[in-house]
């Protein structure tokens, strides 16, 4: 018997896709489903993923759910096995755009009952009252599937094991009270000891609460998020968890982010045969409108252009940067707070042919940022695992980011004076003002400019091994915990406890 894993998101590539939860969910099913798990993913059936997933076909109605009956549609995503179910309702097909938020970048006033009847969806399967075979496990990934531990615990079925990772614990799902009852959520879950918030009732709070076992994207960032400075919140109830929380990576999809097969980059290049690199420099410079120069350093940023990305710190440091450096090249691509994608607009407007700016999401852009680059300034003020400098790192850009989260995990640091390490793969900086960001950058233009120690970072970025080997390995092991009679002898070893030691800067 092949175990049968539910994995729900509100995105997943290539359907819909706002960050890197969406290359998570795709790459983890992808590699279960090679493991012999019978993995598929739920998620709202937005127009654009009802469109773009294949064999769309109806298999259900749903007539109980917050938002309004629903329809529950089965597809597989492109270019894979992977099945996906989609729930369509009425509030779920007005997003056209983005999932979360409308075109003034404000959250949808409906977001609530959205969500809650994804979560009522998803225990709808579980009890067995669709066509659909019930799975041995929910994996919930985010506040917005927070609910379905609870729900499930509410209706009393005990045989699908939970599991919920944590993949950003700042976003947490956070409603008016009055809203439980529409939510299908009883008064005598309205409490502190349940999922009342701080006034609020928690959808990622009730997650925590009631999952059999709740999981993170990075070792750094567990021990993080029980500290006041990272838990936003929500560390108490961690910290009485903390027996059930574990640590396991992302992994990174290592067909789509190949710079020696990628159909979107200029021309291949591989570690023995770096080359095409140049190639994808003048892509690069072609598709932001920047001077076709094969020895300007381009500075590159690719992420959310917002306040936890330290948006606000790289428009206050970048003027002295290109200053400093009157050669240096940025291309920048990303979305985010209106306010910051201003600012990036008008940096562009101040250093004309020297900084080119795409303010959207676009997949050939994207690979052609990672490839064509030279380095990647990726400043966050907390970042759970950071997908974005592992890309960069597949293709030879070299990451410049704050020393948090997972990225602790996945950057060998150069240090910001001195010969660098024989192991180092990147830069890493304290701090969040101007002024760290520009030492961190300066650091990596006087490495560039020595080539002996930049090309062995080179190699050392290229050769890292992020694969979803191990991290899949460590799923199925923490799901033949919470599943044992689905196990049989699929599934492989626990994942690492979390570690008890808190290094003590993330105590400040």
């Known amino acids: 018997m092949n175990a049968r894993v539910l994995l729900v998101t509100s995105e997943a590539v290539p359907l819909v896709k706002t960050g890197g939860l969406a290359d998570v969910i795709t790459s983890l099913a992808r590699a279960l489903r090679r493991r012999g798990v019978d993995a598929s993913v739920l998620m709202p059936g937005y127009p654009a993923a009802i469109e773009r997933a294949k064999d769309v076909q109806a298999v259900g109605e749903l007539t109980s759910l917050p938002g309004g009956p629903g329809r529950l549609l089965r597809g597989t995503m492109p270019d894979s096995d992977v099945p996906v179910l989609l729930l369509d309702t009425a509030c779920i097909a007005t997003r056209t755009a983005n999932p979360y938020v409308d075109h003034q970048g404000q959250e949808f006033a409906d977001n609530a009952l959205c969500f809650a009847s994804l979560a009522h969806a998803a225990v709808s399967i579980c009890a067995g009252e669709t066509a659909l075979p019930a799975p041995h496990i929910v994996h919930a990934n985010d506040w917005h599937a927070g609910l379905i531990p609870a729900l499930l615990r509410l209706r009393g079925i005990s045989d699908v094991g939970t599991l919920l990772t944590i993949h950003n614990l700042a976003f947490q799902g956070n409603y008016p009270m009055d809203l439980a009852a529409t939510l299908g959520i009883p008064a005598h879950m309205l409490t502190p000891d349940e ?8 959808f990622l709070k009730a997650g925590i609460r009631h999952a059999d076992r709740i999981s993170t994207v990075s070792q750094s960032y567990a021990g993080e998020i029980l500290t006041p400075r990272f838990g936003h919140g929500m560390d108490g109830l961690l910290n009485a968890r903390k027996d059930d929380l574990v640590a396991i990576r992302n992994g990174v999809d290592l067909d789509a982010w190949d710079p020696a097969t990628d159909s979107l980059i200029a021309r291949p290049f591989s570690l023995s045969d ?14 932001f409108n920047l001077p076709i120069d094969p020895f300007a350093p381009i500075l590159a940023i690719g992420s959310r252009i917002t306040h936890q990305k330290m948006a606000d710190v790289a428009l206050a440091s970048l ?28 940096l562009e407007e101040q250093f004309p042919e020297r900084v080119g700016i795409y303010i959207g999401y676009d997949e050939r852009r994207a690979h052609a940022l990672h490839a064509g680059a030279d380095m990647l300034l990726h400043g966050t003020r907390f970042e759970p695992f950071g997908l974005t400098p592992l890309y ?5 850009t070299i990451p410049i980011a704050s020393r948090v989260g997972g990225m602790i995990d996945s950057i060998s640091d150069s240090g910001l004076t001195g010969v660098t390490p024989e192991y180092a793969n990147g830069i890493l900086f304290d701090g969040e003002t101007a002024e760290d ?72």
């Not at 196990?487 to 979390?498: C, S």
Request: proline share 6%.
């Open 319 to 346: 003027p002295e940067v290109l200053h400093r450096y009157p050669r240096a090249q940025l291309a920048v691509i990303g979305r985010g707070d209106r306010e910051y994608e201003q600012g990036f607009v008008a």
């Open 274 to 287: 770096m080359r095409g690199k140049s190639s994808c420099k003048r892509d690069l410079q072609h598709l």
């Open 392 to 396: 960069s790192m597949r293709y030879g």
């Open 195 to 202: 999922l009342e918030f701080w006034g609020k009732l928690s």
């Open 437 to 508: 960001m520009i030492a961190a950058v300066s650091r990596a233009f006087e490495l560039y400019a020595r080539p002996n120690e930049w090309h062995r970072m080179q190699r050392n970025a290229m050769s890292a091994n992020f694969s979803w080997d191990e991290p899949a390995d460590q799923y199925m092991g923490v799901y033949k915990e919470i599943a044992p009679e689905a196990a049989g002898e699929l599934f492989a070893p626990v994942a690492e406890p979390l570690v008890e030691d808190v290094p003590q800067y993330m105590t400040a």
